[in-house]
């Protein structure tokens, strides 16, 4: 687990890979040095999910609470209320499976100011297997009222999430990864919470993605367009503070919906999307993701075409919905 | 084949070198894993697999069976190993460890390996499910006996202490805990990190029966089982002084061995190291 590196899932030729927890690392050391009054708590994976930079670079503001995570996500809630703005972190699966209750009631139910951040989402843990790869994170912090979520798909715009989520007042959920992931953004990107950006722009089926679903989406949409179908690839880093406007205005143009993550294709974006539409423009849909499954042990190349969350499966469903 | 046995500390003591190596094969194999914690408890459980349980390779649901539940869940690596060896599955599964599609999975989960009983790698989980085990036999008034080992940073979790409650409030003198206290764990020194001191003194304020041992001496580790056994109306709690990465010169007591593969020449190296 620690210390292990991947070349990342779909490296190419050409293609920068961009490690999403060290830009996460490197920004809490930024925001230290502008002077933001802020915290960090980590139980135990200061070296995975990167706090440790914020840890060398100021000691006094960073508690590692060792190998226990319901209390440092409780103690982070207390530490809110003194006016400090915490960073949380540890892996997805223990900050938002172990301390799911911790999150929903301490910080969701007291509506405090507290950034959870977690690494190591997805089927792209790999090696560590089912126990360990988190697939309702997305879920599971949607549901909670007042919760923002935040899901980016590289390294430019995991900085700026994380800065959103300082400037923003009130809980908010950023989901990042192990893995290495394709930069997708250029320099100019800007991120803001709560809208949806257009990567390529089609005519005949909208594929929307969050994190490494987007990834997915962009190269599906070559392989579609070599069939003559054109593809529209949305990207969606804002799951809860969705982008309402954004996907139905362009889902009423396109023929057919299909949605990617590395999550399971039910309460993440697939849910977020498949609510919406259902309610407001049915159309036909179909949400590529882990299939009602655990994860289990391998690279991370290997379990997304296990899975079947590949461009190929992308691709086919839209086909499919056509 | 019927459950090996061994009687000796000197044969323990060479199975447990001959495992070292099967630890290290299936972590250098899968270039993934965690060899340090999965050293330091090894010897423990060659005397629990070799001497002190009644295990079954050829059926291992078998009811008259003792239970045996790794808590720290990532040093599963060691129970491979044992399990292997002692025929519950073959070797050539050691190397598929970590690898889609594997039986071996990177934390155990016990729909996937014959004899493991319950799936860990969660922090903190491994300890109530042997409570629990624990208690379904006692109600049906089973002999057999749960054994189970913790790590020293996961017993920073709080449900460790919800467990160490439960198991003195229920009599529970069929279970028996050994504390890998190896002193590190990921972020470094366990004192460093949350110090979890004074080990044994909170599991006796907790109401446990408590003997402290060299975690890697096969007479201490026997005699406390053995101890463990006379123990009657509580739990018993071997508080085991071990070295993380143990027989590995260049692993030992190295915090940065956690959870990192060793290349080829580092695997080379420690295999002449542990060398018959
Ligand atoms: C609930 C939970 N939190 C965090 C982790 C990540 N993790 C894996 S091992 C480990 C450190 C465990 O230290 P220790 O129990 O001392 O293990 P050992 O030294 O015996 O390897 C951590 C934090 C986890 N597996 N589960
Ligand atoms: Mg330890």
Not at chain 2, 139 to 152: E, F, L, N
Request: glycine share 10%; net charge negative; proline share 5%.
């Amino acid at each position: 687990m620690a210390g292990m590196e991947t070349a990342g899932v779909g490296g190419k030729v050409g293609v920068v890979m961009d490690s999403l927890r060290d830009a996460y690392g490197d920004t809490l050391v930024e925001l230290g040095n502008e002077g933001a009054n802020i915290v960090v708590f980590d139980a135990d994976l200061a070296g995975s999910t990167r706090t440790s930079k914020f840890a060398k670079a100021f000691p006094d503001r960073f508690f590692n609470m060792g190998a226990a995570e319901q209390g440092m996500v409780a103690a982070a809630a207390g530490a809110s209320t003194t006016g400090v703005v915490p960073f949380v972190s540890t892996f997805a699966m223990f900050a938002t499976g172990r301390a799911y209750e911790f999150v929903r009631q301490a910080v969701g139910v007291g509506h405090q100011n507290v950034k959870i951040v977690a690494t190591h989402a997805g089927l792209t843990v790999g090696e560590d297997g089912g126990t360990h790869q988190c697939l309702e994170d997305l879920a599971l912090m949607r549901m909670i009222p007042g919760m923002t979520v935040l899901s980016p798909a590289d390294a430019l715009e995991t900085k700026q999430a994380i800065r959103a989520a300082y400037a923003h007042k009130g809980p908010v959920y950023v989901r990042l990864t192990r893995d290495k992931f394709p930069r997708i953004h250029a320099e100019d990107y800007r991120f803001q919470i709560g809208k949806a950006v257009m990567m390529r722009p089609g005519t005949d089926v909208l594929l929307v993605g969050c994190g490494l679903g987007t990834s997915i989406c962009l190269a599906a949409a070559d392989l579609l367009a070599a069939e003559g179908i054109e593809a529209t690839v949305l990207h969606c880093p804002t799951i809860k503070l969705f982008d309402r406007e954004t996907l139905l205005r362009l889902a009423k143009a396109h023929r057919a919906v299909v949605t990617c993550e590395e999550h399971q294709a039910h309460g993440g974006l697939g849910g977020v999307v498949a609510e919406l539409l259902s309610e407001a423009h049915p159309m036909p849909l179909r949400r590529v993701g882990v299939q009602d499954q655990f994860g289990q042990s391998g690279k991370p190349e290997k379990l997304l075409e296990a899975y079947g969350v590949t461009p190929q499966a992308v691709a086919a469903a839209a086909k499919a919905a056509l | 084949m019927p459950q090996q046995k061994l009687e000796s500390v000197e044969d323990l003591a060479a199975k447990a070198k001959a495992l070292r190596r099967d630890v290290l094969l299936q972590v250098y194999k899968a270039q993934s894993g965690h060899p340090g914690g999965s050293l330091s408890w090894i010897d423990i459980g060659v005397a629990l697999y070799y001497h002190e349980m009644a295990v079954f390779p050829e059926d291992p649901a078998n009811p008259a069976r003792d239970r045996f539940v790794l808590s720290k869940g990532h040093a599963c690596p060691a129970q491979y190993a044992l399990l292997a060896d002692q025929g519950f599955f073959p070797k050539a599964w050691l190397e598929t460890f970590r690898q889609y599609p594997t039986k071996l999975q990177g934390h155990a989960e016990n729909h996937y390996t014959p004899g493991v009983e319950v799936t860990t790698g969660s922090l903190g989980q491994g300890l109530p499910q042997a409570v629990g085990i624990a208690l379904g036999l006692k109600v049906q008034k089973a002999a057999q006996r749960v054994y189970c080992v913790i790590g020293d940073g996961e017993s920073q979790e709080g449900v460790i202490w919800e467990a160490a409650m439960a198991a003195p409030h229920h009599k529970l003198d069929n279970l028996c805990v050994f504390h890998d206290l190896n002193g590190l764990q990921i972020d470094g020194d366990v004192k460093k990190v949350m110090n979890i001191n004074p080990v044994p003194d909170k599991w006796r304020a907790f109401g446990w029966a408590v003997k402290e041992i060299d975690g890697h001496d096969f007479t201490q580790i026997l005699e406390a089982l053995a101890w463990a056994r006379t123990v009657k109306g509580q739990p018993a709690m071997i508080c085991a002084r071990t070295v993380k990465g143990k027989g590995v010169s260049f692993m030992e007591n190295q915090a940065g061995w956690h959870g990192v593969a060793p290349k080829t020449e580092d695997y080379e190296k420690a295999l002449a190291e542990l060398a018959d």
